[in-house]
């Protein structure tokens, strides 16, 4: 095992235990604990689960890009890209899961459904995803190999159809301006393809199993042009997008913009979607010194966390614009504030349940480079080959 | 008003077409109306059903306050309906635009899209949470949608969405909403716009008859008189 796995396991778990104490608040207590609201009925749980399973997207392009297209210099990264699949998507329905006020009713969506809401086509599709990752999973572990390239194909087309549904869940509203547009879904689309990429690639060079022979390199080099090329369209996207609500001067959307800029969560646009999501990959990335692996996935954690942010900042600032203006201070109570913090609870669970995807990753991977070793070698010997 | 309701009442459901109109020229933001919709429906903390918004137009000492009290608009095109992932949500044929509690998951998706944040949410909250006992009248039944719902944990309306159903259970019984009693200043009224005769049709007709965001086409039953 991984010495780093080794250190970061037990102290996971102790986030898991810290996570049972949300997860007993939320049960016990409903959601009373919970700091949302009815002008900000949407928080931490929904906004991290939107980049999560944005992550599981990204991830699954590695795994279509290897298993369908044949790129070989991914096959390391594709045994890492498909436990992030899994584990990032469990993480963000379970985080949504436990946001809806009567979670003993999910199966309603299955049985019950209402087939002009695109929420319910989101379920069946991840429900769908879910069952690729984990025949997938079935497959490497079993070395079934012949499954795995139309099962890439399959996934993929689900993965476009989700990666994009996530905008199309917010693009719809036509009550909100700013998420009222076609260009959501795209935006969503390549966030989550570069975030998925960008988290396969950090992990790909911070828990290594091998040394950095050309393999390696060769993997990291693909990556970084790969990065690139999708932060460009992405700059693209935001730049489409700021010169119409610029030109078009819609006020409701102008505001919405504002707010994201200079709102409550400036810091979050500044710090988090521009400097961390676009100016530092870009200036590590760029020149020469991007091929080294260090600053490669010091590159590839800062659009991590800059892409968390920028998907937070799609939904975060602009329910703090209300729907009708002064409608907030009509009737006073702590539930209609437009402003937003995470209670305990809200944190406590969410660390837990990111801990605990964060420790199945590590166990996973350690199981099936093992696993791949293990066939490896066999095929060596019965080859009666030496190293 | 009454009446006419009564007359109403008689006829089948799909041929009434329930319409409020709000005179924005009496209201005088006294918020009776939205007091005695929480009376009526035993709202808890953080769930309001008719907001009275109140606005100052124009600066010092040109200044002027406008009330508007804003419900559910009861949309012919409400777009909170198509999106409810399990239909718990729907147009009634007389109009009202009604949420099944038991069937309600929690989403919160509904309160995103109604473009006039008529929609509340139900955290499960008690006025004497956190003294010594949950007081029993904060327990006893609303009769909305013509159903009792004692308040209980985890059992719906909490966890739900929740918003003005136009007082129906009262409808029923023949009585108006509780809002509309309620307005000290004759603003609010009530009736059905199928019946030509009504009061509400005749007001509906005035060119002073407007209603909010009409331009996202949502079609709101909810007139404003300016």
């Not at chain 1, 235990?17 to 949407?42: C, I, M, Q, T």
């Not at chain 2, 327990?139 to 719902?149: A, F, M, N, Q």
């Not at chain 2, 199928?194 to 996202?216: G, H």
């Amino acid at each position: 095992m991984l010495r780093i796995a080794k250190a970061l396991i037990p102290l996971l778990l102790i986030l898991v235990v810290l996570g049972l104490f949300g997860a007993w608040d939320r049960l016990v207590h409903g959601e009373k604990n919970l700091n949302l609201g009815s002008y900000l009925p949407w928080g931490l749980w929904v906004g991290s689960y939107i980049y999560l399973v944005g992550f599981s997207g990204g991830a699954f392009l590695v795994l279509f890009l290897y298993h369908a297209l044949g790129i070989r210099s991914l096959r390391r990264a594709s045994l890492y890209a498909l436990p992030l699949a899994l584990v990032t998507l469990g993480n963000g329905l379970m985080l949504v899961l436990v946001d809806l006020g009567h979670m003993e009713r999910f199966w309603k969506l299955y049985l019950q459904p209402n087939p002009t809401s695109i929420l319910v086509w989101m379920v069946w599709v991840y429900s769908v995803y879910s069952g690729i990752l984990l025949a997938m999973l079935y497959a490497t572990v079993q070395g079934r190999e012949p499954w795995l390239k139309p099962l890439s194909v399959v996934g993929f087309l689900l993965v476009i159809t989700f990666g994009g549904g996530e905008g199309a869940l917010l693009g719809v509203l036509g009550a909100k301006p700013y998420w009222n547009s076609g260009l959501l879904l795209i935006r969503f689309l390549f966030t989550a393809f570069l975030s998925g990429i960008a988290l396969v690639a950090f992990t790909t060079v911070f828990l290594r199993h091998w040394p950095v022979d050309d393999e390696h390199r060769n993997a990291l080099d693909f990556l970084r042009y790969f990065v690139l090329i999708l932060l460009a369209v992405i700059s693209l996207v935001e730049l489409a997008e700021l010169s119409v609500i610029h030109y078009a001067a819609i006020p409701a959307v102008l505001e919405a913009r504002r707010l994201v800029i200079f709102g409550t969560y400036w810091w979050v646009f500044w710090f988090g979607q521009v400097l961390l999501g676009l100016v530092v990959p870009a200036a590590i990335l760029i020149p020469r010194w991007g091929t080294r692996p260090f600053l490669f996935g010091l590159a590839t954690l800062s659009i991590v966390i800059g892409n968390a942010a920028s998907k937070q900042n799609v939904v975060l600032p602009i329910l703090t614009a209300s729907d009708l203006r002064t409608l907030p201070t009509a009737f006073i109570h702590e539930r209609f504030s437009l402003v937003y913090h995470p209670s305990l609870t809200e944190w406590l669970f969410w660390l837990g349940v990111g801990a605990a995807a964060a420790a199945t990753f590590l166990i996973l991977i350690e199981t099936l480079v093992f696993l791949q070793g293990r066939r490896e070698r066999a095929v060596v010997e019965a080859a009666g080959w030496s190293r | 008003m009454q009446r006419e309701l009564q007359h109403a009442m008689k006829k089948p459901i799909r041929e009434r077409r329930w319409v409020m109109v709000i005179d924005l020229r009496k209201c005088v933001g006294c918020s009776a109306c939205t007091i005695a919709c929480v009376a009526e429906n035993k709202l808890p903390p953080g769930v309001v059903y008719r907001p009275v918004i109140e606005e100052e137009i124009g600066t010092y000492p040109n200044v002027s306050r406008r009330f508007t009290p804003r419900l559910c608009m009861q949309c012919d095109n409400p777009p909170c309906v198509s999106i409810c992932p399990v239909k718990a949500t729907y147009k009634r044929p007389d109009g009202i635009v009604e949420i099944n509690y038991n069937q309600c998951i929690g989403c919160r998706y509904c309160l995103h899209a109604c473009p006039y944040g008529a929609r509340t949410y139900d955290f499960g909250e008690f006025y004497t949470l956190g003294t010594p006992k949950v007081e029993s009248y904060e327990k006893l039944p609303s009769y909305e949608y013509g159903r009792e719902w004692p308040r209980e944990e985890a059992k719906s309306p909490v966890g739900n969405a929740r918003k003005c159903h136009f007082c129906n259970h009262r409808l029923e019984a023949g009585m108006l909403p509780a809002c509309v009693t309620t307005c000290i200043g004759y603003a609010t009224f009530f009736g059905d716009s199928n019946d030509p005769e009504s009061l509400i049709s005749n007001l509906i007709s005035k060119p002073n008859a407007l209603r909010l965001k009409e331009e996202l086409g949502t079609q709101p039953k909810v007139y404003y008189l300016v």
